[in-house]
């Protein structure tokens, strides 16, 4: 089975039913696992990007939230969002089929803090020089919850 192929049929699709151009397929195995296109225009849900509902699906057909063993396919490079989402998930492989750079002139974001050319430099800024208005609250019965956390996982 072509991978590749399937992920761009399934942006494609997606877009001809009104949502965005982005797909990801999330291989086991040489079989399909879970695949999903973007549904942020179709649900509202500004979380709702193709590898993340990819990835739920996939780590509640195995009962884990560990990817390992999987190849993830991507129609573009991930936003900061869902890498941060494949990092934690641990798959073997992402493949990627289209940078931001080839896909920019012809797909808009209007975001207020959110440029394609900058969000990936945003993240590199320490939090008080985002453009994103962050406020820390230091709390230390914060901290307390870890510390239950630690006490309840302690092996």
């Not at 009104?18 to 879970?34: M, S, T």
């Not at 975001?111 to 430099?121: A, I, N, P, Q």
Request: contains cysteine.
């Amino acid at each position: 089975m072509d991978f590749v192929q399937r992920t761009i049929d399934l942006a494609r699709r997606n877009v001809t039913e009104g949502g965005r151009p982005f797909a990801a397929v999330i291989v086991k195995d040489g079989e399909v696992l879970a695949e999903s296109p973007n549904r942020v225009a179709q649900t509202g849900d500004p979380t709702a990007h193709a590898e993340i509902l990819a990835i739920r699906q996939a780590c509640t057909e195995l009962g884990t939230e560990h990817l390992t063993g999987t190849t993830i396919y991507v129609l573009a490079h991930p936003c900061p969002m869902c890498l941060g989402s494949l990092y934690y998930c641990s798959p073997d492989e992402v493949v990627f089929l289209t940078t931001r750079d080839s896909y920019e002139p012809y797909y808009v974001d209007d975001r207020k803090y959110f440029e394609l050319g900058t969000f990936y430099d945003e993240f590199a800024k320490p939090w008080q020089d985002r453009r994103l208005p962050m406020r820390y609250e230091e709390r230390a019965d914060a901290v307390d919850v870890y510390r239950l956390w630690q006490a309840r996982n302690d092996s």
